[in-house]
């Protein structure tokens, strides 16, 4: 005589279905709790020294990326008349975090990093508020857009095998060399800068994949420079961004000029 059994969702003793029987909806519902599902939400050999490297980069990241917001909240207010002089006061700031990124302290990096981050937000400035004008969702949309792109493919990257994406780094670089020729085409060519503009928003989103896995493997190797780490996520999340901007401005100009031709005829 078959033993009873416990049910594994009440606890009630049951007896087993005979051979042969087909199984009931409510014992194969029972049976989905069964299933490894906490190994669909573990990351791949990451060591717990290099999770916490992560956190830190991750930390600076989002810091940096508001130090990026107040800086072009500010510039947008009060419309300093520099240019592109912020982007070339950015990576001036980056040579004192460059030359002393193993001898100064956390505090000092942190400083340099946001700086570089309100010289960058304030560069792009001119584009946020021509979207603004435009329509201030462009703005919402664009940002909320880049966040989610960074979060699956840096999540992606963390939950995929280790060293999985690596392969990419030299089709990435070769991508930016094109993309920098396409660039230069553009001047002539109007379609030469459509392409490179979905081009460019393509590879930077699979360089965010890249990035993060070789985060991954320098701090597995000592590298716990982290300020260096997030600052290479925070050009491809600003290069995303900027990409996003002009699509989303072109594709409203393009919908502004149908509907005109609309109201002509």
Not at 58 to 66: G, K, Q, R, S
Not at 108 to 124: P, R
Not at 172 to 189: E, G, K, P, R, Y
């Amino acid at each position: 005589r078959p033993r009873p059994r416990q049910h594994p969702l009440h606890g009630q003793a049951s007896l087993p279905p005979p051979p042969g029987a087909a199984p009931s909806p409510y014992t194969m519902a029972a049976s989905a709790f069964d299933l490894p599902m906490s190994g669909a939400f573990k990351m791949h050999d990451i060591p717990r020294d290099v999770g916490d490297h992560l956190c830190r980069v991750y930390a600076a990241l989002v810091a940096t990326c508001a130090a990026a917001a107040a800086g072009a909240s500010i510039q947008m207010h009060y419309q300093l008349p520099l240019g592109g002089l912020f982007t070339v006061l950015g990576f001036l700031l980056l040579i004192p975090l460059m030359l002393r990124r193993h001898q100064a302290p956390a505090a000092e990096k942190m400083m340099w990093l946001a700086a570089f981050g309100a010289c960058e937000g304030a560069s792009i400035a001119p584009l946020l508020s021509l979207a603004a004008a435009v329509d201030p969702a462009l703005v919402v949309t664009a940002v909320s857009g880049t966040a989610t792109v960074f979060l699956c493919f840096s999540g992606a990257a963390l939950f995929a095998q280790r060293r999985s994406f690596m392969y990419l780094g030299a089709i990435l670089s070769s991508a930016v060399s094109l993309l920098i020729v396409l660039s230069l085409l553009s001047l002539f060519l109007r379609t030469a800068a459509v392409v490179e503009l979905y081009a460019g928003l393509v590879v930077f989103s699979l360089y965010v994949v890249y990035d993060t896995q070789l985060i991954v493997e320098r701090a597995s190797l000592g590298d716990k420079e982290f300020a260096g780490h997030a600052l290479m996520l925070f050009m491809d999340l600003l290069n995303i961004l900027v990409r996003l901007l002009v699509v989303l401005l072109r594709n409203r100009e393009r919908e502004g000029t149908r509907s005109s031709r609309s109201r002509r005829r």
